[in-house]
């Protein structure tokens, strides 16, 4: 039981380093990509004429059909006389350079956009006038942010009408307020309002809305491939009326990071397996040593050399298989007890669990074949002496 206990304990020791730094660095890539490492936007690209091309209606779905594209996020164009403005008051030419859009329920969570104030207009409201602003829009608009509520109901509890603003020709009830320095450009100086209601009201039959900007949330890992195969899967026939940008400095830098805790992980793993290997060996080493008295008392009673080293392999193998499963089980329950505290990712690579006791198998194996060996080898009387 000591023996196994002590494999056990290398064996932990060896997984908890691994499962700890690999979640460590999940956790660091995790944050990276909530800041919009992984953001891919696809915009049409803009003649010499200053017009932009016009991305085909089917493209939001033929990206989402990629299989690394975890989401996507559709901007799509509003007329362009409209403008957003305080008040019905305030001069057609005063607009404060803001931009007015269409977007689906879905854009917000998509572009990891967070709410300061309210939240998203929702299924309901994409088909009603209300409107989600960037943080910058709403201070040039003058739209308080305690005053935004979808209850209705200020933070005293008092009634109050939804606050408003003019866009176009009407007004429109302001329904949240994304939080300031959002991942995708331009976010913050925007006004959104729901694509079914600018379908359905501000487009006439012989004109539509058109696609302002895709922006996708892709795996990581895949990140460079889906950058390569957007612009032809947007638009076939013309891919090079399609731009294909990441909006956030942060993919280099995710890059650099991912390999350099590559390594680090690494190198962690390689150097807890050899001092694992080392505790493994001297356990087998000194377990095997300390019965040469039983050895000489089976020699003495007729057991041969092969007969004493195929009993210790069986016992090398039995107690490293146990101390081996035992170890990467109670590693596995530090690493996640430690991630549950920390409020981090766990990870524990799946091979683990084979190649650690694996390794403790063979290791114990090694260390304790060749001390079997050379006692079984002593004469049965020297044996029972030094035992």
Known sequence: ?????????????????????ASNQADVLADLDAQGANLVVVTPVVGVDGDAAELPSSAPAMV???PAVESVAVLRSVPREMHAYRNDLVPAGESNGLTVAAVDPGYFAAVGAEFGAGESFGEAGRALPEVVLGHEAARLLGVDLLGVDPLGVDPLGVDHAAQRIWVGSEWYAVSGILDPRPRVAGLDTSVLLGDAWAEQRLWSDHDASHIISLTMRVRAESLDTVRRMLAPTVDPSNPRTVSVSNPSALVATRAIVDDSMSV??????????????IGIANTMVVAVLERRGEIGLRRALGARANHIAR?????????????GI???????????????VNGQVFV??????????GVAVIVGVLAGLQPATRAARVPPTTALKAG
Do not use: D, H, K
């Open 1 to 21: 039981m000591l023996s196994s206990l002590g494999i056990a304990v290398s064996i932990a020791a060896l997984t908890a380093i691994l499962g700890l730094s």
């Open 64 to 66: 989402a059909r990629m």
């Open 264 to 277: 680090l992980v690494a190198g962690l793993a390689a150097v807890a397996l050899l001092v694992g290997a």
């Open 311 to 323: 009993q210790f392999l069986l016992e090398c193998i039995v107690l490293s298989g146990v101390g």
């Open 326 to 340: 035992v170890g990467w089980a109670a590693g596995a329950v530090v690493v996640g007890v430690a991630t549950t």
């Open 348 to 357: 524990l690579p799946l091979a683990s669990a084979a190649l650690f006791p």
